[in-house]
């Protein structure tokens, strides 16, 4: 059973050692699964009665590992990130190609922006994953270890970015295997251990 509450503005890191069920609390706060017991509530509504583009609205995960089969351009897939905020049957406004070019930008993937996505290292896939998610927008950022492919130097310069989408009204519950990154920057650490 695990009780956390998650303020505005807060960068919580989890940590605990492999199949403590770190991945699969982040899988259930993102809706992909669902709880067996308990309750969770978004902003005080229950994410399930919430539509899927509203919810996209408010919350974004980045996985530690994402199949992506088709080949895509990076532009596409940060593009993708925007969805949730474009009407359905609209293109993309200026306003969402601005957003997906500075989350480019930010995360070191403009140069590439034109490359399929199926043809970049693991690192760079991450990074590319980071920017759709930063293009997202949304409230609550969840992030389950997708650092474990990047080097330590990008690493660093990510995470300094997420913790910047903290301020204002943003919250990010990050999954860490390197403790020493987590302490670095998380304003509260959690520790899981054995569900």
Do not use: W
């Not at 996985?63 to 993309?92: C, K, L, W």
């Not at 995360?107 to 690192?123: N, Y």
């Amino acid at each position: 059973q695990i009780g956390l509450l998650v303020r505005e503005h807060q960068f919580i890191g989890i940590i605990g050692p492999n199949g403590s069920g770190k991945s699969t609390l982040m899988q259930v706060l993102a809706r992909s699964l669902k709880p067996e017991s308990g309750v969770i509530l978004l902003r005080g509504s229950d994410p399930d009665t919430i539509s899927y583009r509203e919810f996209g609205k408010k919350v974004g995960l980045v996985a530690q590992e994402s199949e992506i089969p088709f080949a895509y351009t990076v532009y596409d897939i940060v593009m993708m990130g925007r969805n949730p905020h474009i009407p359905r049957f609209r293109q993309p406004a200026e306003v969402d190609h601005a957003v997906v070019r500075s989350a480019l930008q930010k995360t070191g993937t403009l140069a590439f922006s034109t490359r399929s996505i199926t043809s970049l290292s693991g690192g760079e896939r991450q990074r590319v994953l980071i920017a759709r998610v930063l293009a997202q927008d949304p409230d609550l950022l969840l992030l389950d270890e997708p650092f474990a492919h990047i080097d330590l130097h990008h690493q660093h310069e990510l995470i300094r970015l997420i913790k910047e989408t903290t301020k204002g009204t943003k919250a990010v519950i990050g999954v860490f295997h390197d403790i020493n990154l987590a302490a670095s920057y998380c304003d509260h650490l959690i520790l899981v251990h054995d569900g």
